[in-house]
């Protein structure tokens, strides 16, 4: 109990402190993660509006595939984009592996179904007839679909902060191609991860810390955002 | 001009709701659409406005001396029953028909700002319009209509659930659109200060429509 009260006062004081190897780690997480949410929310925008409004033969197929792709395993998807950027692999030419570009390609792909499935599930829920006054009061194909997501923003907030939770909180895909490198490739999970190994638990307590108080802002906006949006449907 | 001929509609594979073989009207007068309950009244209001697409024949409207088919936005407008009201101010409300219809600057604001004040909205240009009451949504979609001068407005039961000086409030304004030249089909189940304005009334009864015609409460 001593030795852990210790390693969290530790912790604490890395942090306050300003640690230059602590928030390098932070600041790589961060980049990484929030580049692939900025990347994967307008395709999943577009797909899921096109899951949401338009009837196409094999939809209900589609929407139970991207649901079925929110439960694969971060390590799958690890080994997939492994398999892909190794050197032996068809996209090894790229040389991607072992470097931030992969580990946002592997976040954008766990990012995406999240993203997809809770935007399909906020843009059906939007009234029918929102689509139509716009329509009708002259508004545009896309200014139409901008209102559309404009009324939707609760949710859209909502499933970008739960998709980036997932993937800032991930460490099977980010340690598999992204190697884990000092300075480089080495993020939050990942470091906590290599220092609990090597003993050295101040760091990955630290690391920790940072992770549980962006869990505890995340769910924060995310109640604020639910109860917006459930104020919006209800009035 | 409204021009529907061989007009039939239903859902699924029911059976048609009703059969039109022929209307011609004006597209002057104000127009009382009376039925049953699943009569079809809200179906034939959304055929009228192009949101729906017949089963069978055609609809044409006659607009500035050209002839065309549903939908014409801004000119030929349908109101649900309960407006969709966008999830904004009360002027936010007006502003985006003033920016989808390309105005600008003054002149947006200007019309925005008359508008309410026409309405009787202006003391709530900046309350949520969510948070309106039902009368007040009702005259703030009018208003949202009336900023585009519409050649006819399709009302889907306007005064229902609305309380008796709501009814007042709304059907004055209806009245006022219709004076300045706008034409106006509602349809309503109970007869109102607004209905006993009509000067035509279209039912849809026995599978068909029946217009009588009045003029100064005589039928013609």
């Given amino acids: 109990m001593h030795e852990l009260m210790n390693t969290a006062r530790e912790a604490l004081h890395l942090l306050i402190s300003l640690d230059p190897a602590l928030w390098e780690i932070i600041g790589v997480s961060f980049r990484v993660s929030l580049t692939a949410i900025l990347v994967a929310l307008p395709p999943a925008l577009l797909i899921a509006l096109l899951l949401a409004r338009v009837a196409f033969p094999g939809r209900w197929f589609a929407i139970s595939l991207v649901n079925t792709f929110m439960a694969v395993p971060t390590v799958v998807v690890g080994l997939v984009l492994f398999m892909l950027l190794s050197r032996s692999g068809p996209l090894g030419e790229l040389r991607l592996l072992f470097t931030q570009r992969a580990m946002i390609i592997g976040q954008i792909l766990l990012a995406m179904p999240v993203l997809t499935a809770m935007l399909h599930s906020t843009l059906q829920s939007i009234d029918q007839r929102a689509w139509e006054t716009a329509r009708q009061l002259g508004a545009g194909w896309w200014q139409s679909l901008w209102v559309l997501i404009r009324e939707a923003r609760f949710g859209v907030i909502a499933a970008v902060l739960a998709a980036f939770g997932r993937i800032i909180a991930e460490v099977g895909s980010a340690v598999m191609i992204g190697g884990n490198i000092e300075h480089f490739t080495r993020t939050i999970t990942t470091a906590i991860a290599l220092e609990t190994l090597k003993g050295e638990f101040a760091q990955g307590l630290a690391l920790g810390l940072v992770l549980l108080l962006l869990a505890l802002v995340l769910n924060v906006l995310l109640g604020v955002m639910r109860g917006r949006g459930h104020q919006t449907v209800s009035v | ?220």
């Fill in chain 2, 1 to 220: 001009m409204l021009e529907v001929s061989q007009l039939a509609h239903g859902f699924d594979r029911q059976p048609a709701l009703w059969e039109i073989p022929h209307l011609p009207w004006q597209g002057l007068s104000l127009v009382h659409l009376r039925g049953d309950n699943g009569s079809g009244k809200t179906t034939f209001l959304r055929l009228l406005a192009g949101l729906e697409t017949p089963r069978q024949g055609s609809i044409r409207w006659t607009l500035g001396g050209t002839s065309v088919s549903p939908p014409c936005p801004g000119h030929v407008l349908y109101l649900h029953q309960q407006p969709y009201l966008f999830d904004t101010s009360v002027a936010g409300n007006l502003r985006y028909v003033a920016r989808w219809n390309g105005w600008r600057g003054a002149t947006a604001r200007d019309r925005v700002a008359a508008m309410l004040e026409r309405c009787g909205l202006a003391a709530h240009a900046q309350q949520r319009a969510r948070s309106l009451s039902g009368g007040e949504r009702m005259r703030l979609a009018l208003a949202r209509a009336w900023l585009l001068s519409p050649r006819v407005l399709l009302l889907d039961e306007p005064t229902a659930s609305l309380d008796r000086q709501a009814i007042a409030d709304v059907s004055t304004l209806i009245s006022s659109l219709h004076e300045t030249g706008c034409a106006v089909v509602l349809s309503a189940h109970q007869p109102s200060v607004l209905t006993e304005r009509c000067d035509e009334y279209w039912c849809l009864e026995q599978r068909s429509l029946q217009v009588s015609v009045f003029k100064q409460g005589v039928a013609v």
